[in-house]
């Protein structure tokens, strides 16, 4: 679709400027990768000097250890490059870079500084483009509570129940206690809009960011960010539901949408690591590179490189999943266009890349098909995104089309189910999404593992659950039994429980058997999550233990 005033159908991503594209006296922004973290002041062992305590409990409860690429960038290379006149905008812990403007001539400076590697420039994104709104539209059980009465969801019960999200809402999930980030391309009025009164009312927009202008103020720019809240967190009583409509938000802008621009893959990475700062649960970006603007074509993707590992923003996106988030991408709306296939970040291996259909689960025409280059199953799963019930910045509700609005979808229902499931991981939780899909057993490159439901993912969750350690939840008169296996040679193992927090509050030196069976009567534990690790000549295995 190219760059033209048209919105973005589902919204492109990052390009960097070579010094040969301006001149010596034009500022411009660059992404300048250091060579280390060497004599950081930082260190993994005090993670609250750069990291939220909700983001250490987030780690913690996933046994997910801090490594250096969490490490922020290291002060003393960051004064150094203000030394040669350029301005620093940001840094990335993740990619140990620094975000600067300045201009070639002065860049010539920063490249000839010794901690300096070079530049990072984003491979080729595509046309993807926002999806404009197309018109106006004038039981209880064990998992929690159920709603006195069905919500008035109006016409958003189609887009909700095709996964099951009203029935999450009956039993009590509605996102309470979930931090959902939404990466996009502005967020304007969202906090004046009557569909969105409540969560501005009750405080739960925690945090916002607008990497593009570098500063807080996101209630502007491009209403697709808007749209995209709206279906996660609308109250419109017999209008529009969102899916996690009682979830908090960290409202994040990476995209420019006039644009298409290889530095907003760069956006994207720091809007990212913002997000595992302040401690997200969920990911939710509706946006995508392929192509970019023409004065950037020499940096354009190609199809080859959505292996999961090329472009800076599918690396950014596995770099997320790898902090314990559940990443969710939409796929793409190249599927009639010439490029086809999805867009990066949707090729990273661990995110949740999102398909569109129509309210009867018939794939949509424009939504991306896979596979990733190198064969694996892309897009991973589906959910409505044709005629999708969504607000607009003006007040009113609408619809429109686009992966963009499948993927806060599929957010909502990972949400919910996550708080369903607290004892999962983000690894396991994507898991399960895949599995509970409509065709599971026999996934295709249009649609991924289908459309998944509330009903087998409880289903598999339960399994999960309940086969790594038994009885889960226990109490104090229960003895816990983990699968262990004889180890040859070895004659003990070394048990450990900790806290969500990763306090220590036992530990013990065991015989190593085929099955350990526990007793922790004698600790009086609080009611909580726990996880217990058990280590012995080189194995190691850690399951989640809910004390009740």
Not at 41 to 60: G, H, K, N, V
Not at 135 to 155: D, H, I, R, S, V
């Amino acid at each position: 679709m190219g760059k033209t005033k048209r919105l973005p159908v589902f919204i492109s991503i990052f390009c960097l400027l070579t010094a040969s594209m301006v001149t010596a006296q034009t500022a411009q922004r660059y992404l300048v990768v250091l060579r280390d973290k060497a004599s950081s002041p930082y260190s993994t062992s005090r993670p609250e000097q750069f990291l939220s305590t909700r983001a250490i409990s987030r780690r913690a409860k996933q046994n997910i250890a801090l490594t250096e690429r969490d490490l922020p960038v290291n002060p003393a290379y960051v004064s150094k490059l203000k030394t040669t006149g350029a301005q620093v905008l940001n840094t990335s812990r993740w990619l140990n870079a620094v975000l600067i403007r300045t201009t070639s001539a002065t860049l010539q400076k920063v490249l000839a500084l010794p901690f300096v590697t070079g530049l990072e420039y984003g491979q080729t994104i595509g046309n993807a483009r926002v999806a404009t709104p197309a018109g106006q539209t004038k039981a209880a059980n064990k998992f929690g509570e159920t709603q006195a009465k069905a919500l008035p969801y109006g016409p958003s019960l189609a887009q909700l129940s095709q996964l099951g999200l009203d029935k999450l809402h009956e039993r009590g999930f509605r996102g309470e206690g979930k931090l959902v980030a939404i990466l996009d391309a502005g967020f304007p009025n969202a906090n004046t809009v009557p569909f969105l009164q409540t969560l501005v009312s009750e405080n739960r927009i925690v945090t916002t960011y607008d990497f593009v202008a570098n500063n807080r103020q996101v209630y502007d720019d491009d209403s697709h960010g808007l749209n995209v809240l709206s279906i996660m967190a609308a109250t419109a009583d017999n209008r529009l539901y969102g899916g996690a409509y009682k979830a908090s938000y960290a409202l994040i802008r990476t995209e420019d949408a006039p644009t298409e621009s290889p530095i907003e893959e760069a956006y994207w990475l720091l809007g990212a690591e913002f997000a595992d700062s302040t401690g997200a649960d969920v990911i939710n970006s509706s946006l995508g590179y392929t192509q970019f603007d023409p004065e950037f074509a020499a940096l354009d993707h190609k199809y080859a490189d959505l292996n999961g590992r090329t472009t800076l923003v599918s690396r950014a996106a596995q770099w997320a999943a790898e902090t314990g988030m559940v990443v969710v991408v939409a796929a793409g709306n190249e599927g009639t266009n010439p490029w086809h296939y999805l867009s990066a970040p949707s090729d990273a291996t661990d995110v949740l890349a999102v398909a569109a259909t129509n309210s009867l689960g018939v794939k949509a025409s424009f939504s991306s098909f896979g596979p990733a280059p190198d064969g694996r199953i892309k897009p991973d799963v589906a959910a409505q995104g044709q005629g999708d019930i969504l607000g607009n910045p003006n007040g009113t509700i609408g619809s429109g089309s686009g992966t963009s609005f499948a993927s806060p979808l599929m957010a909502s229902f990972v949400t919910t189910l996550w708080q369903a499931y607290p004892y999962l991981t983000a690894r396991e939780i994507v898991g399960v999404v895949r599995r509970a899909g409509s065709q599971a057993q026999n996934p295709d490159d249009k649609l991924g593992y289908g459309i998944p439901t509330f009903e087998r993912a409880a289903a598999l969750a339960e399994v999960l659950s309940y086969t790594t350690a038994s009885p889960n939840p226990f109490t104090d008169n229960d003895f816990v039994t983990v699968p262990w296996g004889e180890i040859p040679g070895t004659a003990t193992l070394d048990a450990q429980l900790t806290d969500v927090a990763g306090r220590v509050v036992w530990q013990q030196t065991l015989p190593s058997e085929r099955a350990v069976s526990l007793s922790f009567r004698q600790l009086a534990l609080p009611t909580g999550l726990y996880i217990l690790s058990l280590t012995s000549d080189g194995k190691r295995k850690s399951v989640r233990l809910l004390k009740r």
